[in-house]
């Protein structure tokens, strides 16, 4: 029989993605077979799925823990945020449509039937569903309506964990406070609860726990250290981009963080080298001087981004590292704004109108209404190695520096565009550094060289992923937290 367990959070960024893949990893080395699932995932760093869909890269990492495929239905519903109030609307792995805030409130009572749909076609498929919730049921102002915490619990009749974190701060509060807010039946279905990122002696912190048990009534599963490793995954949040190790030395590597970066995950392996140092530049700050590579990274809504690379000043300053015979590229987003002209006449990602790129490649990019999304293989045309990514954007790029693609695809297809000296190159493919031969052919063509040890990057990532389910099956009560687990069908 099928079971399944929602985690939620008692606020947002409380480390739930990471916890589920952690237990997925754990439960699946256990012998189950196991299904990450979202509801609904609000993230512009997105992943292609083998069924030819989109969804939240945490799921995408959660079901490598699973030792699975992704699929569109692990992540029926997920918002792409476009600017500050709008955001595009992607169901089972599609676009819908781009909405305001309000607009999508008032559809979220017609999503729940595909989010159900897609829940009970995964679960047929698995003996345990973990479903990670968003943000937090204590936001009780979005309860009507709510497909991403306690109305798809409602909806389910599954059980729910509540995980806090203590690294912030305040975590008796976050628990317990979450519990005074919460309607009784939300509350009722809450069975547990986790303390997250404790630095130190977790003992010292028995008795808080205890309190939270106390007060809620609700089991306490464990206290939860910190995991040191957890930037070596991909982050769900660019923010998280900052933690890893700080290096000075070696190839220097300046990415300017966009106000709507995408699919930034494109840095993972170029942070994890050891003889690399990648600097995300916030806004307000100069795009640093001694940079070997400026990467632009993808962007959601590309001619608004590229208005405000305006306004920080980093057109001045790519320029002069241009005229310095350093080295760019721009992947997808970053890509259009290098050309010559972004064209968006019917509105695609913001306001219709066309734009002037920042006119280092001789490409110009149409926005139009279908979305490409592939998984792609392709050979590195300078040096011959094979590499794997992804296509995920809206737009086509044409123009005569499309004559120097760099990749060649696998059905035959030239992609990428180049500067006459070479030094200046987009393309549309994402996940190209986490390919071994491409990273190390990119870092030696700057002057430097790949150093990861006989530990590859995707060999990594799969060692992190154990040490992950080694870290939660040391500090949890996997075996309770299974108990709790609920069949399905039982609303």
Same mark, same amino acid.
């Given at each position: 029989?099928?079971?399944?367990?929602m985690?939620?959070?008692?606020?947002?960024?409380?480390?739930?993605?990471?916890?589920?893949?952690?237990?997925? %990893?754990?439960? /699946?080395?256990?012998?189950?077979?196991?299904?990450?699932?979202?509801?609904?995932?609000?993230?512009?760093?997105?992943?292609?799925?083998?069924?030819?869909?989109?969804?939240?890269?945490?799921?995408?990492?959660?079901?490598?823990?699973?030792?699975r495929?992704?699929?569109?239905?692990?992540?029926?519903?997920?918002?792409?945020?476009e600017?500050?109030?709008g955001?595009?609307?992607?169901?089972?792995g599609?676009?819908r449509?781009? =909405?305001r805030? %309000?607009?999508?409130?008032?559809?979220?009572?017609?999503?729940?039937?595909?989010?159900?749909?897609?829940?009970?076609?995964?679960?047929?498929?698995?003996?345990?569903?973990?479903?990670?919730?968003?943000?937090?049921?204590?936001?009780?102002? =979005?309860?009507?309506?709510?497909?991403?915490?306690?109305?798809?619990?409602?909806?389910?009749?599954?059980?729910?964990?509540?995980?806090?974190?203590?690294?912030?701060?305040?975590?008796?509060?976050?628990?317990?406070? /979450?519990?005074?807010?919460?309607?009784?039946?939300?509350?009722?279905?809450?069975?547990?609860?986790?303390?997250?990122?404790?630095?130190?002696?977790?003992?010292?912190?028995?008795?808080?726990?205890?309190?939270?048990?106390?007060?809620?009534g609700?089991?306490?599963?464990?206290?939860?250290?910190?995991?040191?490793?957890?930037?070596?995954?991909?982050?769900?949040?660019?923010?998280?981009?900052?933690?890893?190790p700080?290096?000075?030395?070696?190839?220097?590597?300046?990415?300017?963080?966009?106000?709507?970066?995408?699919?930034?995950?494109?840095?993972?392996?170029?942070?994890?080298?050891?003889?690399?140092?990648?600097?995300?530049?916030?806004?307000?700050?100069?795009?640093?001087?001694?940079?070997?590579?400026?990467?632009?990274?993808?962007?959601?809504?590309?001619?608004?981004?590229?208005?405000?690379?305006?306004?920080?000043?980093?057109?001045?300053?790519?320029?002069?590292?241009?005229?310095?015979?350093?080295?760019?590229?721009?992947?997808?987003?970053?890509?259009?704004? =290098?050309?010559?002209?972004?064209?968006?006449?019917?509105?695609?990602?913001?306001?219709?109108?066309?734009?002037?790129?920042?006119?280092?490649?001789?490409?110009?990019?149409?926005?139009?209404?279908?979305?490409?999304?592939?998984l792609?293989?392709?050979?590195?045309?300078?040096?011959?190695?094979?590499?794997?990514?992804?296509?995920?954007?809206?737009?086509?790029?044409?123009?005569?520096?499309?004559? %120097?693609?760099?990749?060649?695809?696998?059905?035959?297809?030239?992609?990428?565009?180049?500067?006459?000296?070479?030094?200046v190159?987009?393309?549309?493919?994402?996940?190209?550094?986490?390919?071994d031969?491409?990273?190390?052919?990119?870092?030696?063509?700057?002057?430097?060289?790949?150093?990861?040890?006989?530990?590859?990057?995707e060999?990594?990532?799969?060692?992190? =992923?154990?040490?992950?389910?080694?870290?939660?099956?040391?500090?949890?009560?996997?075996d309770?937290? %299974?108990?709790?687990?609920g069949?399905?069908?039982?609303?």
């Open positions: 029989m099928t079971r399944a367990i985690i939620q959070g008692a606020g947002s960024n409380v480390g739930k993605s990471l916890l589920v893949a952690g237990l997925a %990893r754990a439960f /699946t080395r256990r012998g189950l077979r196991v299904a990450p699932f979202k509801p609904q995932n609000m993230s512009n760093n997105a992943s292609v799925t083998v069924d030819g869909g989109e969804i939240g890269r945490a799921q995408a990492l959660q079901a490598r823990a699973a030792g495929e992704p699929l569109a239905d692990m992540n029926p519903v997920l918002l792409k945020p600017s500050e109030t955001a595009q609307v992607v169901v089972q599609r676009r449509a781009t =909405l805030a %309000r607009d999508y409130a008032a559809m979220k009572a017609e999503l729940l039937a595909p989010v159900l749909e897609s829940f009970h076609r995964l679960a047929a498929s698995a003996d345990l569903v973990l479903i990670e919730g968003a943000g937090s049921p204590a936001e009780i102002n =979005l309860r009507a309506g709510d497909i991403a915490n306690m109305g798809f619990a409602e909806a389910t009749g599954l059980p729910v964990l509540l995980v806090g974190d203590i690294d912030r701060g305040g975590v008796i509060a976050q628990l317990v406070g /979450t519990h005074a807010v919460l309607p009784e039946a939300d509350r009722d279905r809450i069975k547990g609860f986790i303390v997250n990122k404790f630095r130190g002696d977790a003992t010292l912190f028995a008795e808080g726990a205890a309190e939270i048990a106390r007060r809620t609700w089991d306490d599963l464990g206290t939860l250290p910190w995991f040191e490793d957890a930037w070596r995954l991909p982050a769900e949040d660019v923010l998280d981009l900052a933690t890893g700080k290096r000075t030395g070696g190839l220097h590597i300046a990415v300017p963080r966009l106000r709507r970066i995408a699919n930034f995950d494109d840095l993972d392996p170029l942070k994890a080298e050891p003889g690399v140092t990648l600097t995300l530049v916030p806004p307000g700050r100069p795009l640093p001087g001694d940079a070997d590579l400026v990467l632009i990274p993808g962007s959601k809504s590309t001619i608004a981004d590229l208005a405000d690379f305006r306004a920080q000043g980093w057109d001045i300053d790519l320029a002069a590292h241009i005229r310095r015979g350093g080295h760019v590229l721009g992947l997808c987003g970053g890509y259009q704004m =290098l050309g010559r002209e972004i064209i968006d006449e019917g509105g695609i990602e913001g306001p219709p109108g066309r734009a002037p790129g920042l006119g280092h490649l001789d490409v110009t990019t149409t926005m139009g209404e279908k979305k490409n999304l592939s792609c293989k392709a050979t590195y045309i300078p040096a011959g190695c094979a590499l794997t990514g992804y296509e995920i954007h809206l737009g086509e790029t044409t123009g005569p520096d499309r004559a %120097r693609a760099f990749l060649r695809l696998e059905d035959g297809r030239l992609e990428g565009a180049a500067s006459a000296d070479g030094k190159r987009g393309c549309y493919l994402h996940g190209l550094f986490a390919s031969a491409f990273r190390a052919a990119c870092l030696a063509e700057l002057g430097g060289a790949s150093d990861l040890g006989a530990l590859a990057y060999e990594g990532l799969e060692a992190t =992923l154990d040490a992950l389910a080694a870290h939660v099956e040391a500090h949890l009560d996997l309770r937290i %299974r108990g709790l687990a069949p399905l069908g039982a609303a």
